[in-house]
C-alpha cells in the first residue's frame, strides 16, 4: 500500500476547510511563545513580572545621592505540560472494502478533520479553564446571559472597566463569549451596534465594540459553583489591595480556585485564587486567598459574610499578554522513529501547527495528528469574567 504523506496532503488540506469553521476564539486572542520549540516536556518557563512603583518622593537639591531603589521581581511559570496525539487507522482490507462505498480518501478526509478537531478543541478548552480560574474580578448574574436587553451593553461595558481600574493595556482587548451570549449580540444587539457593516450578517463574525474585540468560543465554561455557605472572615479589617482572607469557625463546604465570592458590604465580585483548608468545613486557620489585586474597598473590624457566586458560564475579557500559550510540534529522536513520512501543516482558524505523521504496520498503518502545547495566565489583574 503507497501510504505516504505526499498521497495524505490533498486530504489534510481539504480537512483543514472543514476545522476552520469550528468556534475558536480564545487561540486566536492570547499570547503566543515563540521560544517554545526550545522547551522540553514539564519544562518550566519562567516569565518576569515587575511590581508597582510605589517610591516615588519629592526631589531636594542636595551633594549626595538618593538611597537605592531595590526591587523585587516576581515571576510567573508556564510548563509545557501536554504532548498529545490524535491517531485512526486502516488495514489494506478495510481501505479496499470501502473503496467500494464511500471511497476510503473520502472518509480519511473526514478522519482528519476531526482529528485536528480534537486538538484544537482541547488546547481551546485549556485556555479558557486556565483564563476563568486565574481572573481578577467578575462581572454578571449567575445562569442568566449577558446583553439579553436589546440596547444594553452595559455588561461589556463594566467588564471593560474592570479592566481598565486594574490597569490592562486598553489596545489590544478580547472578549470572548459562549454561543448563548453571542446569539444575543446577534439578536438583540446587531441593530444597535453594528449599523453600518454587514460582517456578522454575512458570516456570523463578531468584532469590535466599545473597545472588545468579540469573539465566540464552543469551549467557554460553565463551572459548578463550590459548597461554601454561611462561611464568614475573621474580625480582622480589610485593606484595599489584600488577597489573603483569613476565615472564621463558621459556615461549611469549601471553595476552589476559580470559585466567586462577595463579601458583606463590598458588591465586587472577586475571583479566588488558591485555598487553604483543614478540613471539610472552614475552621480557624483556613483562608482563601483572591487574585491580583485584591480587594477593591476597605472594611473596618467586623467578621463579615461571605457569598459564593452561584453556578454560572465564564466569559472571559482579558488583554491579548495576560494568557500566554506555547505551542510546538512533539520532538523526535535524532535517530528518527517509526514513521514513514511526516509533515506540517498550518490549520488557518486557529493558526496552530501540528504534526501529520503515517507510522506502518503489517498490512496496516496508523495516522496520527500531534501537537505540544502549555497555557498559563501571566496577569490576572487583566483577566475578568463576564458571567452567564
Request: aromatic share 6%; hydrophobic share 45%.
Amino acid at each position: 500500500m503507497a501510504n505516504t504523506l505526499t498521497n495524505l496532503i490533498p486530504d489534510i488540506y481539504a480537512a483543514l476547510d472543514v476545522v476552520s469553521r469550528e468556534l475558536i476564539g480564545f487561540i486566536p486572542a492570547v499570547a503566543r511563545d515563540s521560544s517554545a520549540d526550545r522547551m522540553a516536556l514539564n519544562q518550566t518557563l519562567r516569565i518576569p513580572i515587575s511590581p508597582a512603583n510605589a517610591a516615588g518622593g519629592n526631589i531636594t537639591p542636595a551633594m549626595s545621592l538618593p538611597s537605592a531603589a531595590d526591587q523585587t521581581i516576581a515571576n510567573t511559570t508556564l510548563t509545557l505540560s501536554k504532548q498529545r496525539y490524535f491517531p485512526f487507522s486502516w488495514t489494506g482490507e478495510e481501505q479496499n472494502a470501502v473503496d467500494y462505498g464511500p471511497g476510503f480518501l473520502t472518509l480519511k478526509q473526514y478522519q482528519i478533520a476531526q482529528a485536528i478537531r480534537a486538538a484544537v478543541n482541547e488546547m481551546e478548552s485549556d485556555i479558557a479553564t486556565a483564563a476563568y480560574a486565574g481572573a481578577s474580578r467578575a462581572y454578571g448574574t449567575a445562569a442568566t446571559a449577558p446583553f439579553g436587553t436589546a440596547g444594553d451593553y452595559s455588561d461589556a461595558a463594566q467588564l471593560r472597566k474592570i479592566l481598565a481600574d486594574n490597569g490592562a493595556p486598553l489596545s489590544e482587548l478580547a472578549l470572548v463569549l459562549n454561543t448563548t451570549a453571542a446569539a444575543n449580540i446577534r439578536g438583540k444587539q446587531a441593530q444597535n451596534y453594528m449599523a453600518g457593516d454587514t460582517a456578522l450578517q454575512r458570516q456570523g463574525v463578531l468584532f469590535d465594540i466599545n473597545g472588545f474585540a468579540l469573539r465566540e468560543s464552543a469551549q467557554v465554561p460553565t463551572v459548578t459553583a463550590g459548597t461554601m455557605a454561611s462561611a464568614t472572615s475573621t474580625s480582622a479589617a480589610f485593606t484595599v489591595g489584600q488577597t489573603v482572607i483569613p476565615l472564621a469557625t463558621a459556615g461549611t463546604g469549601v471553595v476552589a480556585a476559580g470559585d466567586i465570592v462577595t463579601f458583606a458590604n463590598d458588591t465586587n465580585k472577586y475571583v479566588v485564587a488558591s485555598v487553604s483548608f483543614a478540613g471539610a468545613n472552614p475552621a480557624s486557620g483556613d483562608s482563601i486567598t483572591l487574585a491580583a489585586p485584591g480587594l477593591r474597598l476597605a472594611q473596618g473590624a467586623a467578621t463579615r459574610a461571605i457569598t459564593v457566586t452561584a453556578t454560572a458560564a465564564r466569559n472571559i475579557g482579558f488583554s491579548r499578554n495576560a494568557i500566554l500559550l506555547a505551542t510546538r510540534l512533539p520532538a523526535i529522536p535524532q535517530e528518527g522513529d517509526l514513521a514513514s513520512d511526516r509533515m506540517t501543516v498550518a490549520d488557518p482558524r486557529s493558526g496552530i501547527s501540528l504534526e501529520f505523521a503515517v507510522y506502518p504496520g503489517f498490512r496496516m498503518n496508523v495516522y496520527h495528528v500531534s501537537v505540544c502545547w502549555g497555557v498559563a495566565v501571566i496577569k490576572p489583574a487583566h483577566v475578568a469574567v463576564l458571567l452567564g
